[in-house]
């Protein structure tokens, strides 16, 4: 694992991060109802399936660094980062956050029949941006992204590239404490690219922790100093940013592994021997920035404070939505269970109608 100055603050610590969705076999996701209610969950669940997305995954960043993120589509990097920013819950494991974590991704929902000035703005007043500010920041933004006379067109009118490019404009105008990026490398032309990998560098000096998500090996090499390979979910590698990435590259020239399907190499045995370790390494992460955190906030003459437990001074990376999500699919659940047993119930009366029935029935036509 790259190496770390130790008074370095860590601002992400992932504990044996697990996130699993139950899917139908034709690949609908199952809601809560069909759980209920679903005859082949009653006989056993046939026909849905288990996706695990992440498959404990453990490590730690901290203040200064910019780690990179690798592997092939579909390994589950970018469920690494939803889960990190708290978009979506984990199913075992922990996860904590020096501050709240920013996902910066191109794909960022704008207005096609909006002008492109109009959607910077909205970009803007959506990061928080007060009015006087974003419109301010206009000629900037659409110099960056080199929209000349299109600024002023609906974005339904640009290519794929210019959209691509304002969108990534949009979302690296601010710095943030915590900064993930999900496939911002991959926009517009080469000479866009260098552009964009000098924003990241700077968005790094101005920001705690920088990760990013990319398939550009070439990119991540020059832009960070340590890199982790995510495969099938799990952190295969996590090391300097030159050697994942040579091994990772070695891994996509054999061609004889199948796009997520397992493989027995080098890389793969020394990240499984080396988990335990990251475990640990994590949990001491944490514990140390709890205490700093705790004994900065005490008064000069107060006692020692004992570490706090995980709700404590590093913030859980859910967002309130995701509670508010939780809780949605609780009430979901009970109000499941609620007619499942009114309808048992109803039942229950009417055969005991139905016999009653029958029985008065057989009285009446004895002699």
């Not at 398939?215 to 832009?223: E, G, K, N």
């Not at 990376?317 to 699919?329: D, E, K």
């Not at 009653?356 to 036509?365: D, R, S």
Request: glycine share 8%; charged share 20%.
């Amino acid at each position: 694992m790259a190496s770390v100055s130790e008074s370095a603050r860590p601002m992400m610590v992932v504990d044996d991060a697990h996130v699993t969705y139950r899917v139908y076999a034709s690949g609908k996701r199952m809601s809560a109802r069909d759980t209920m209610f679903s005859m082949q969950a009653l006989r056993g669940g046939r026909g849905l399936k288990t996706v695990p997305a992440l498959r404990g995954v453990t490590f730690s960043a901290s203040e200064g660094e910019t780690v990179g993120v690798i592997g092939h589509n579909g390994s589950g990097k970018s469920t690494l980062f939803r889960a990190m920013s708290g978009l979506i819950p984990t199913s075992q494991g922990t996860i904590w956050a020096a501050d709240r974590p920013v996902l910066l991704g191109v794909n960022a929902a704008l207005v096609p029949e909006l002008s492109g000035e109009n959607n910077i703005k909205l970009g803007l007043l959506a990061m928080g941006f007060t009015p006087e500010e974003a419109s301010a920041q206009v000629d900037e933004i659409a110099d960056f992204a080199e929209l000349n006379e299109f600024i002023h067109h609906p974005m339904r009118t640009y290519s794929s590239g210019m959209g691509a490019r304002l969108r990534f404009a949009i979302a690296s105008a601010k710095a943030h404490s915590i900064l993930l990026i999900d496939e911002a490398l991959s926009v517009g032309d080469r000479r866009f690219k260098l552009k964009s990998e000098q924003r990241i560098r700077e968005l790094r000096d101005s920001a705690g922790l920088v990760m990013i998500v990319s398939h550009s090996a070439s990119s991540l090499r020059d832009t960070c100093e340590r890199v982790l390979w995510v495969h099938k979910g799990e952190l295969r590698a996590d090391g300097p940013s030159r050697d994942v990435i040579n091994d990772y590259v070695k891994w996509t020239k054999q061609g004889t592994t199948a796009v997520g399907a397992a493989s027995t190499s080098k890389t793969a045995s020394k990240a499984k021997t080396a988990s335990a370790a990251r475990r640990m390494q994590a949990r001491v992460a944490y514990r140390a920035a709890a205490q700093a955190t705790a004994a900065a906030a005490a008064p000069a003459n107060a006692a020692p404070a004992a570490p706090r437990t995980p709700t404590g001074p590093v913030a859980h990376a859910t967002s309130p939505g995701t509670v508010r999500r939780r809780r949605f699919y609780q009430s979901v659940r009970e109000r499941s269970r609620r007619e499942i047993t009114a309808l048992a119930i109803t039942g229950a009366a009417i055969l005991l109608a139905v016999g009653a029935g029958a029985a008065i029935a057989v009285v009446t036509l004895l002699p």
